[in-house]
């Protein structure tokens, strides 16, 4: 009991790490919470230092997630609930990140962080590493073709959920991975309320193929 409490406290406490904030912080002296959607996640981090400081962020906002693997079966290797719980907890570390508490304005306080995108596919990966083949791909393709960094986001936890559910039935792999898809979708949706709002209603920014057909239909 005692080693799965503490892989869970270590596992939010990686995941909470704002690589993000501490990257941008280094390349360029900003402070990526003023910057666009204030995330420290490696699409916020792209925005505000470029593409090098968010393919760093990214990495290792993944790695976190990865790590919680290490973590949990260093302590408990043979406990599966915990991998899932460690998992989940990194996402909610980086979303909500001790390190990034702040004072609302209109009182009480807040825990800053990012979306969860990277840090889900480093847990998935945790749980079964091959995962990352799939989803890494797949993941590239709604960036490109749909044109939303939020929905790439929320395609790693469908695409986590669908491939446990696949190998649950196909493969016996533990049912409990199924769980960390599922909880792992809630987590991103919550986070990107705000962004499924706006594309709701046609403000929210596009990339991919979705950025270049905006730019051009805007050109002409």
């Given at each position: 009991m005692i080693n799965s409490i503490v892989a869970l406290i270590i596992s939010y406490l990686l995941g909470a790490i704002p690589f993000g904030l501490i990257v941008v912080k280094v390349f360029t002296g900003k402070d990526i919470r003023t910057v666009a959607s204030g995330r420290t996640g490696g699409t916020n981090a792209m925005r505000a230092a470029g593409l090098f400081a968010g393919l760093l962020t990214g990495v290792l906002d993944v790695l976190k997630g990865v790590a919680t693997g290490w973590v949990a079966g260093w302590l408990?290797?043979?406990n599966i609930w915990l991998r899932v719980a460690a998992a989940i907890l990194a996402i909610i570390g980086h979303n909500y990140s001790i390190f990034l508490i702040e004072k609302r304005e209109q009182g009480g306080f807040r825990l800053r962080g990012g979306a969860g995108g990277a840090t889900a596919l480093g847990g998935a990966i945790a749980l079964w590493p091959e995962s990352g083949l799939i989803i890494l791909p797949l993941g590239f393709?709604?960036?490109i073709l749909v044109g939303y960094a939020s929905v790439t986001t929320i395609s790693v936890a469908v695409f986590a959920t669908l491939?446990?559910?696949v190998r649950t039935f196909f493969a016996n792999s533990p049912w409990q991975y199924i769980l960390y898809g599922i909880v792992t979708y809630g987590i991103v949706i919550i986070a990107l309320k705000p962004n499924l709002q706006?594309?709701?209603e046609g403000t929210e920014r596009a990339v991919g193929l979705r950025a270049k057909v905006?730019?051009?239909e805007s050109n002409r």
């Open positions: 408990a290797p043979e393709l709604v960036y491939i446990f559910a706006r594309i709701k905006q730019k051009q």
